[in-house]
């Protein structure tokens, strides 16, 4: 069986790094093997004899970079390598590890890069805090400058471990070679668009040393909710499918509930209804088929519908209209205990009043599907949430105070639990940048839920699912191809 992807953090990877030392591994020997992984990339993707430019810096990736350089010059190649800083100055394990290299070393700065095969970037890692300057950023640019294929050491120099923001210029690398596992910076944006493909290697910290940070972060993966996707039966039946309701909005904001509803029914939801308001049904009539219409006025409405108990998933906010009514809507939605999504006008509703959902979905399973914009509206005044400079950390606190999972979409679209659990999406595509794309996403974890799919599962498997429809299709893709996307991505992940 295929295990969950941890992502970890710096902090995280220090600990595992430390926790390997402590049971018997010397450092030099961890950082050995990372040097021999890189320079097997490097081997890979350079022809015999080529030539090879290493830009080290002062701390341990630079000592990787040591290390790499002598075992390429070792096997043919033509290395030059380039320090940043003094040799004298180089302590610990980088300090052992370039002993092993007797040729001449340079300036970091200075190497003629326009002339390389390829460029080793390990000039820092994860440790870096502060804009890079003076020489550091003059090397950095010069390797972006030269057009040459850049091979990151960890992560591309420039890049913030933790939240993938550029410290003032950051190295574009053609690939990347990290160590026991991805860092945040490896599929959170923009750190992902620097790092081209991310090559993880094995250098001997276990797994079970990595969970034994406590790591909580994951790469979005069908690992990582597989076995919770429903698999249908021989005595299945559509009662026991469940039974998702989507609210309308009214006569001319029709199709965004409809768009919801459809995506609900591909993806399993034995029974689906649109619960339109008066106005509305005539226009929901003339487009539904397999999905039901009942009439809703408002929250009274809501209240009487909900009465019946096989309704066990709703989809609130699409179109619904941005007022108080809708907000009456989730507070009627909350009370029914169901299994809830909210998206759009159901979040923009509460613009400057997210105090109102204080811990108000800790007693019903319930998925916020926010973009940038409405999550900075609606926790607007909560600088607690809004501030820290990771959207792992900003989601996580988000899904904390309101009880509920939030999914911040976006290209990087982070998946968090109140519990702390949290996942980083990396299989998006840009063809899903059109309108209903997120409506169709709300149906989708909706009928997942209604299959008796938790909130955190759902959630993360309805985003990947969603995006790997996406995919499929491409160039011209709008959000009335995705429902009909959905069977064929199911039956490559069920098969």
């Given at each position: 069986?295929?295990?969950?992807?941890?992502?970890?953090?710096?902090?995280?990877?220090?600990?595992?790094?430390?926790?390997?030392?402590?049971?018997?591994?010397?450092?030099?020997?961890?950082?050995?093997?990372?040097?021999?992984?890189?320079?097997?990339?490097?081997?890979?993707?350079?022809?015999?004899?080529?030539?090879?430019?290493?830009?080290?810096?002062?701390?341990?990736?630079?000592?990787?970079?040591?290390?790499?350089?002598?075992?390429?010059?070792?096997?043919?190649?033509?290395?030059?390598?380039?320090?940043?800083?003094?040799r004298d100055r180089l302590t610990g394990d980088a300090a052992k590890a370039s002993r092993h290299w007797t040729g001449d070393i340079g300036a970091a700065e200075d190497?003629?890069?326009?002339?390389?095969?390829?460029?080793?970037?390990?000039?820092?890692?994860?440790?870096?805090?502060?804009?890079?300057?003076?020489?550091?950023?003059?090397?950095?640019?010069?390797?972006?400058?030269?057009?040459?294929?850049?091979?990151?050491?960890?992560?591309?120099?420039?890049?913030?471990?933790?939240?993938?923001?550029?410290?003032?210029?950051?190295?574009?690398?053609?690939?990347?070679?990290?160590?026991?596992?991805?860092?945040?910076?490896?599929?959170?944006?923009?750190?992902?668009?620097?790092?081209?493909?991310?090559?993880?290697?094995?250098?001997?910290?276990?797994?079970?040393?990595?969970?034994?940070?406590?790591?909580?972060?994951?790469?979005?993966?069908?690992?990582?909710?597989?076995?919770?996707?429903?698999?249908?039966?021989?005595?299945?039946?559509?009662?026991?499918?469940?039974?998702?309701?989507?609210?309308?909005?009214?006569?001319?904001?029709?199709?965004?509930?409809?768009?919801?509803?459809?995506?609900?029914?591909?993806?399993?939801?034995?029974?689906?209804?649109?619960?339109?308001?008066?106005?509305?049904?005539?226009?929901?009539?003339?487009?539904?088929?397999?999905?039901?219409?009942?009439?809703?006025?408002?929250?009274?409405?809501?209240?009487?519908?909900?009465?019946?108990?096989?309704f066990n998933a709703l989809v609130l906010g699409p179109a619904l209209g941005v007022h108080a009514n809708?907000?009456?809507?989730?507070?009627?939605?909350?009370?029914?205990?169901?299994?809830?999504?909210?998206?759009?006008?159901?979040?923009?509703?509460?613009?400057?009043?997210?105090?109102?959902?204080?811990?108000?979905?800790?007693?019903?399973?319930?998925?916020?599907?926010?973009?940038?914009?409405?999550?900075?509206?609606?926790?607007?005044?909560?600088?607690?949430?809004?501030?820290?400079?990771?959207?792992?950390?900003?989601?996580?606190?988000?899904?904390?105070?309101?009880?509920?999972?939030?999914?911040?979409?976006?290209?990087?679209?982070?998946?968090?639990?109140?519990?702390?659990?949290?996942?980083?999406?990396?299989?998006?595509?840009?063809?899903?940048?059109?309108?209903?794309?997120?409506?169709?996403?709300?149906?989708?974890?909706?009928?997942?839920?209604?299959?008796?799919?938790?909130?955190?599962?759902?959630?993360?498997?309805?985003?990947?699912?969603?995006?790997?429809?996406?995919?499929?299709?491409?160039?011209?893709?709008?959000?009335?191809?995705?429902?009909?996307?959905?069977?064929?991505?199911?039956?490559?992940?069920?098969?």
């Amino acid at each position: 069986m295929i295990r969950p992807e941890f992502v970890l953090t710096p902090l995280e990877m220090k600990q595992a790094d430390a926790a390997t030392i402590a049971a018997g591994t010397p450092g030099i020997d961890l950082m050995s093997r990372a040097g021999r992984a890189v320079a097997d990339v490097a081997e890979r993707v350079t022809a015999r004899g080529g030539r090879i430019l290493v830009v080290a810096g002062p701390g341990n990736n630079g000592g990787d970079g040591f290390v790499a350089a002598w075992l390429l010059a070792e096997r043919g190649y033509g290395v030059s390598l380039g320090l940043l800083g003094n040799r004298d100055r180089l302590t610990g394990d980088a300090a052992k590890a370039s002993r092993h290299w007797t040729g001449d070393i340079g300036a970091a700065e200075d190497l003629p890069f326009h002339e390389a095969d390829l460029i080793i970037d390990a000039l820092f890692g994860t440790g870096l805090t502060r804009n890079l300057e003076g020489a550091a950023r003059l090397a950095v640019e010069r390797m972006n400058m030269s057009g040459q294929p850049i091979l990151a050491v960890d992560l591309p120099s420039g890049i913030d471990g933790e939240t993938g923001s550029v410290w003032g210029v950051a190295v574009r690398a053609a690939r990347t070679v990290t160590f026991a596992a991805r860092k945040p910076c490896h599929l959170l944006m923009p750190g992902r668009a620097h790092c081209g493909p991310v090559e993880v290697a094995d250098i001997g910290i276990s797994p079970e040393t990595l969970a034994a940070t406590g790591a909580d972060l994951w790469a979005n993966q069908p690992a990582l909710w597989l076995g919770a996707l429903p698999r249908p039966g021989l005595a299945s039946h559509k009662y026991n499918r469940g039974h998702t309701l989507v609210a309308s909005g009214g006569a001319t904001r029709t199709g965004a509930a409809r768009l919801a509803a459809r995506a609900a029914l591909r993806i399993g939801s034995g029974l689906v209804t649109v619960a339109s308001p008066p106005e509305a049904l005539g226009v929901n009539a003339a487009h539904l088929t397999a999905v039901m219409l009942r009439g809703c006025d408002g929250p009274e409405g809501l209240h009487t519908v909900l009465k019946d108990e096989r309704f066990n998933a709703l989809v609130l906010g699409p179109a619904l209209g941005v007022h108080a009514n809708t907000r009456a809507m989730v507070a009627v939605a909350v009370q029914a205990r169901r299994s809830l999504v909210l998206d759009a006008d159901a979040l923009t509703s509460f613009e400057g009043l997210a105090s109102e959902l204080h811990q108000a979905f800790r007693h019903s399973p319930t998925v916020l599907t926010p973009h940038s914009g409405e999550f900075n509206r609606l926790f607007s005044g909560h600088s607690d949430i809004l501030d820290p400079p990771s959207k792992i950390e900003r989601v996580r606190r988000a899904a904390f105070y309101t009880g509920a999972v939030v999914v911040l979409k976006g290209a990087d679209t982070v998946i968090a639990s109140p519990d702390g659990r949290a996942a980083i999406n990396e299989n998006g595509t840009p063809y899903l940048a059109t309108a209903g794309s997120g409506d169709t996403l709300s149906g989708v974890i909706a009928g997942l839920m209604a299959q008796g799919v938790h909130a955190f599962e759902a959630a993360s498997a309805g985003v990947w699912i969603h995006a790997a429809a996406g995919s499929s299709f491409g160039p011209g893709l709008i959000a009335e191809d995705l429902a009909d996307l959905l069977p064929g991505t199911l039956r490559e992940l069920l098969k």
